[in-house]
């Protein structure tokens, strides 16, 4: 399976923005898709996950903020971006959780600045 994201670009802070993640195969049997992200300087991190019956879960800093959503039938996820802060800026990813494909792909890039 080969994720790719999309969906990034600039916006302002307090704007939205709705990233997708397709797979080139079935999600239906992974078990978590996480989105995560990495800002520069910094490590990649896990910042929403979701299971395969739609459970969710966000690191504190995005929390009722962003909201994940999947859609096996389509083999996509969503990551949902409201409220954005510049703290936000970040190259953008999607994988299993934990991380099992080798190959991330180029990511989406999302810059929060006015």
């Known amino acids: 399976v080969q994720l790719q994201a999309s969906g990034g670009g600039l916006v302002q802070p307090g704007g939205s923005l709705r990233l997708s993640c397709a797979a080139s195969?079935?999600?239906?049997?992974?078990?978590?898709m996480g989105w995560y992200r990495q800002a520069p300087g910094k490590q990649r991190e896990l910042v929403a996950a979701?299971?395969?019956?739609?459970?969710?879960n966000y690191v504190d800093s995005v929390k009722g903020r962003f909201t994940i959503s999947r859609d096996n039938a389509k083999n996509t996820v969503y990551l949902q971006m409201n409220s954005l802060k510049s703290e936000d800026t970040a190259v953008y990813y999607c994988?299993?959780?934990?991380?099992?494909?080798?190959?991330w792909g180029k990511g989406t890039l999302v810059t929060v600045s006015s």
């Open positions: 994988n299993s959780d934990p991380p099992y494909y080798s190959d």
């Open positions: 979701i299971t395969s019956g739609g459970s969710t």
């Open positions: 195969g079935s999600i239906f049997s992974i078990k978590v």
